[in-house]
Structures are given as C-alpha cells and as structure tokens.
C-alpha cells in the first residue's frame, strides 16, 4: 500500500497499526509505547490489552498481527526469552511484515529476526529509544498528525506535528518543542522525543 505524496516526493509505505509483541512483565513498556504511537495518531495492538477478552489469546494475536503494518518486539531479558513474544516474531516474519526490534543492552536478538538492525536502550533510556523509533517510522511513513492531551485544562487537540528538523534541532540544543493549547491558550512544552506534553 503506497502514500499519495506530493510532486517530487518518493512514495513511502503507509503504516497506520502498529502491533506491540511483549512479555506481561514488560506491559509498562508496552504501555509507554503504545502512548508514545497514540500521540502521532498510529493505532496500536497487544494480544495482552485488557480487550476482547471473548477471543482466545491467540486471535488475538493473529489478528493483530495480521491487522498492523508493522510490529515492534520489545525485547528485555524477559520478552527475548519468552516463547509468545518468539511466536509473534515469527508470525510477523511468516506474514512478511515490517518488524521494528527495540532491544534492551546485552540482549540477543531471536534467530529470525537476528539480521534485523535493533534500536538499543536501557531501562533509563527508554523514551530515547522510543524518540529514534517514532524517527524511523517517520522515514518510511508520512506523519502529519500530533494528538496532545493539553496537561492544564485536559482536552485533547490534533495539531501539525513539528517537521522532523526541528524535532533534531531541539534535541541538539537540549530543548523543548512548543506549542499552545486550543483551549486555553497556554503554552504547552513537548518532549521532543516522543512529543509528550511536560509541565
């Protein structure tokens, strides 16, 4: 499935799901992610999301697998080692689908996804890791939409997301992207890394 671009733009593929493969220890993680993905409007599944609980575990992941564009494995100790998140990898590799590693340091990749290049964190980098993922999808898919749920009055706007230049700017110089609530027009400082809102 290909974007529509503008005149003199390369194509690029469309991702618009996102499938989270991770272990029950790592759901904050996963939580964190799926957060992170919400705020620039990429719709998210876990087989472990408190949802359709009517499905067996396996629907579940099948058809959210199935159902995404892309899945993300996040791989701690934990994740690597267990054998749903390996299940999920290969449905993902058997369904030739875009698999994003994010891999904890000292972490072997699975077997099917070895050749695959991961972006590394730490358990105090993780929202670093999350800021080069959110980079990476945005250079296989056009982003043009931020969601931000405004941290002084709580109503939630979509607004332009900030072009990726400025996103390495602030993170260069160690800043905060701006913006202003719709509502009541406060200024809202964004953590250019996963465009959180910060107070």
């Avoid at 029950?24 to 919400?38: G, K």
């Avoid at 199935?66 to 999920?88: F, K, Y």
């Avoid at 050749?115 to 993780?126: M, N």
């Avoid at 400082?189 to 107070?199: A, K």
Wanted: proline fraction near 6%; hydrophobic fraction near 40%; include cysteine.
């Amino acid at each position: 499935m290909k974007l529509a671009t503008e005149p003199g733009e390369s194509s690029k593929t469309m991702i618009t799901r996102v499938y989270i493969s991770h272990c029950e220890q790592d759901e904050l993680l996963a939580q964190e992610t799926a957060r992170a993905l919400w705020a620039v409007e990429l719709e998210s599944f876990s087989s472990l999301y408190r949802k359709a609980w009517a499905l067996s575990r396996a629907e579940r992941i099948r058809f959210g697998v199935r159902q995404s564009d892309c899945v993300i494995a996040i791989l701690t100790p934990e994740g690597a080692a267990s054998p749903e998140v390996n299940q999920e990898i290969g449905l993902a590799v058997g369904t030739d689908q875009l698999v994003i590693p994010l891999v904890e340091s000292g972490v072997e990749l699975p077997v099917l996804i070895r050749h695959l290049q991961p972006i590394s964190f730490s358990p105090h980098t993780y929202e670093d890791a999350l800021g080069k993922l959110i980079q990476n999808i945005r250079e296989i898919t056009r982003l043009d939409w931020l969601k931000i749920k405004c941290p002084y009055c709580g109503e939630e706007m979509t607004q332009y997301i900030s072009p990726q230049e400025e996103v390495e700017k602030a993170l260069l110089k160690g800043m905060h992207l701006e913006t202003m609530c719709s509502y009541c027009q406060r200024a809202i400082f964004l953590d250019p890394r996963t465009f959180r809102p910060l107070l």
